[in-house]
């Protein structure tokens, strides 16, 4: 027996997203514009990062907790966004034409 699947499975899989790993993409993403946005407060001419960070804590924005707070709450922000996104996706694949 093969276990090679039929080639109208394997195109319709292909279409879909892998959760898991949108997850992982979001909360990387997340997480390294996080990193960018807290670097950019020091650059004093750049004042436009500094609400990004806020949503992420209440903490002093220049400060090594606003960092690490931050780090970790845009981490899970980014991985929920990740996976709602593949979710939301793969759930719409029924309404997709050929």
């Known amino acids: 027996m093969s276990t090679i699947a039929?080639?109208?499975s394997r195109a319709r899989d292909d279409r879909k997203l892998d959760t898991f790993r949108s997850m992982l993409?979001?909360?990387i993403v997340g997480l390294l514009l996080f990193i960018i946005c807290w670097l950019a407060v020091f650059i004093p001419s750049v004042r436009a990062t500094h609400m990004y960070i806020q949503l992420f804590t209440a903490a002093e924005i220049r400060s090594g907790a606003a960092l690490v707070e931050g780090v970790?709450?845009?981490l899970i922000f980014g991985a929920v966004i990740g996976?709602?996104?593949a979710l939301v996706y793969n759930g719409l694949a029924a309404i997709?034409?050929?």
């Open 25 to 27: 993409t979001g909360g």
């Open 96 to 98: 997709s034409r050929r």
């Open 72 to 74: 970790c709450w845009s």
């Open 6 to 8: 039929p080639r109208e």
């Open 83 to 85: 996976a709602l996104i």
